[in-house]
């Protein structure tokens, strides 16, 4: 395994940022509640610096928006851009990038099978993508 310490998972919007975070082991997962401020926001820094202390993050996981081919586009580039702003305002926090290619679309799936439709679907739809994102990070072998 990478750094000991929960990891933070960011799906990052225009808009907003689904979260969702990882106990001190890994061995779980939590989606948490949507964070209102997107990917250019000041405030997303704020925002994640509660997290921070209160969790002990030791990592961001953010999903990396790639092409279908596997290349990195605008998006790819405004996320690493994102987590550039991150690393220098959390030093001692790992930025990681997961590919997050149809993470939507699972979590989408994912709340189909619990059960959620409609507006609760699309209001836990960003944080189930973090929690598929966070949940392939640890697949990978936190890379």
């Known amino acids: 395994m990478g750094t000991a310490g929960a990891a933070l998972a960011l799906d990052l919007g225009a808009k907003r940022c689904g979260l969702a975070v990882t106990d001190a082991l890994r061995l779980s ?3 948490l509640d949507t964070c209102p401020h997107g990917l ?3 405030k997303l820094a704020d925002a994640l610096a509660a997290l921070f202390d209160e969790r002990d993050i030791r990592t961001f996981v953010l999903g990396l928006p790639l092409n279908m ?6 998006a790819a580039a405004a996320v690493r851009a994102c987590g550039a702003r ?3 305002r959390f030093p001692k926090v790992r930025v990681a990038y997961q590919d997050e290619r149809l993470s939507s679309k699972e979590a989408e799936e ?6 959620l439709h409609g507006k609760k679907a699309r209001a836990q739809r960003d944080s189930a993508s ?3 994102i966070l949940r392939d990070w640890i697949r990978a072998g936190e890379p």
Do not use: F, M, N, Y
Not at 69 to 74: A, K, L, Q, T, V
């Open 86 to 88: 991150l690393a220098a």
């Open 40 to 42: 250019d926001d000041p």
């Open 69 to 74: 081919d596997g290349s990195e586009g605008p």
């Open 130 to 132: 973090a929690v598929v």
């Open 29 to 31: 997962l939590q989606p």
């Open 110 to 115: 994912l709340l189909r099978e619990l059960g």
